[in-house]
């Protein structure tokens, strides 16, 4: 007497293409599987097979051998060829048993074999082995693009795709950059006196809001630093006129705040300051990485931040310059910050 098939867990069950040139071949592959809740589709020759994968891709296919015009063996070598469809299981249905065509099966890219007459034990088990490795690979592939979505809310694009090379030390100097700070003014006040829950939620909306700004105008958040926010421009995503767009957000970026006021009846303030000149880049840490950027500009932009009004936007001498055309300031003035006394900066007032 033959053991009992193994009960199917719903996990094992699939889609399954069974290719065959002969009916009687695919009723007898198909009637036990469907009976055991797979899906089935059938194909009656190459071609046709290819047409349905393309349609939809199976869970594992069954694939006939010897067919007129185009041979399993071929079939498999073009599912296998191709990056969309390399990861199906193929499983190869034979009545050969020579070693030599098992070998061009292998070379062919089949990931099993099954027997002619086809044993239904036999059957059932390599098809659920097949469906389950094809589910694995499934969950492998998700779990990979949400930890890439997770390294791209953290990291430059351009960045993961250097560290998925391999490359550790990643930092670089770069000429020309703008950098924004932005400080919120009050907020620390206002936190004193709203539960934690609220003011997380208050940060997490001013900076949601501040995020989807800056990718309107082509720049890059650098990080948050408590109530902080910084921005760079000219890094690893390319824009021609990174000074003239870091301004307009500067802008955007005060009246943001004034509209969140009116939704929240707060008073929270800002201060911005903006600086042009070289920097340095790179990935900082092994657990807890981070993309910073290092340099004279960067602390200009903090003390320009630090000694701007409420409300204000502080730019330095070499901004200016840039922008002078294009936009109105207010006057020149002299601001003493820590290794560079005699710094001259302005306030951006708007666009021309």
């Not at 998925?164 to 020309?176: F, T």
């Not at 943001?256 to 790179?282: D, E, F, H, M």
């Not at 310059?321 to 710094?343: A, C, H, N, Y």
């Amino acid at each position: 007497m033959s053991n009992p098939i193994p009960a199917l867990a719903p996990l094992d069950r699939g889609f399954v293409l069974i290719v065959d040139d002969e009916e009687q071949n695919r009723m007898l592959l198909r009637d036990p599987l469907e009976a055991r809740g797979y899906e089935i589709a059938e194909a009656e020759n190459g071609e046709q097979a290819l047409r349905c994968v393309a349609k939809r891709f199976p869970d594992v296919i069954l694939l006939d051998v010897m067919m007129p015009k185009m041979d399993g063996f071929e079939v498999c070598r073009r599912l296998k060829n191709d990056p969309k469809t390399a990861f199906i299981p193929v499983l190869m249905v034979t009545a050969l048993s020579e070693r030599k065509e098992r070998m061009i099966a292998i070379a062919a890219g089949a990931n099993d074999f099954l027997n002619k007459p086809v044993d239904l034990q036999d059957l059932t088990l390599r098809v659920r082995n097949a469906a389950h490795t094809r589910h694995l690979f499934d969950q492998l592939q998700a779990e990979r693009e949400n930890s890439e979505r997770l390294l791209l809310n953290i990291l430059p694009e351009t960045i993961v795709q250097r560290m998925k090379k391999g490359e550790v030390n990643i930092a670089e100097s770069h000429a020309d950059v703008t950098v924004l700070v932005a400080d919120l003014v009050g907020f620390s006040t206002l936190s004193a006196h709203i539960g934690p829950q609220e003011v997380g939620c208050l940060l997490n909306e001013i900076f949601s809001a501040f995020d989807v700004l800056v990718e309107k105008h082509g720049l890059e958040k650098i990080k948050t630093i408590g109530d902080a926010y910084m921005v760079a421009g000219g890094l690893t995503i390319p824009h021609v006129d990174h000074c003239g767009a870091m301004a307009d957000l500067a802008l955007d970026l005060n009246a943001q705040i004034g509209r969140l006021n009116v939704s929240y009846n707060t008073s929270v303030r800002i201060r911005i300051g903006i600086s042009n000149g070289p920097v340095v880049a790179g990935v900082i840490g092994r657990k807890k990485i981070s993309y910073d950027i290092w340099g004279n500009t960067v602390n200009q932009a903090f003390s320009l931040e630090s000694t701007a009004q409420e409300g204000a936007v502080a730019v330095s001498e070499p901004t200016y310059e840039r922008l002078k055309d294009r936009f109105s300031f207010g006057p020149r003035r002299v601001i003493d910050i820590k290794g560079q006394p005699g710094m001259t900066a302005c306030e951006l007032f708007a666009r021309i």
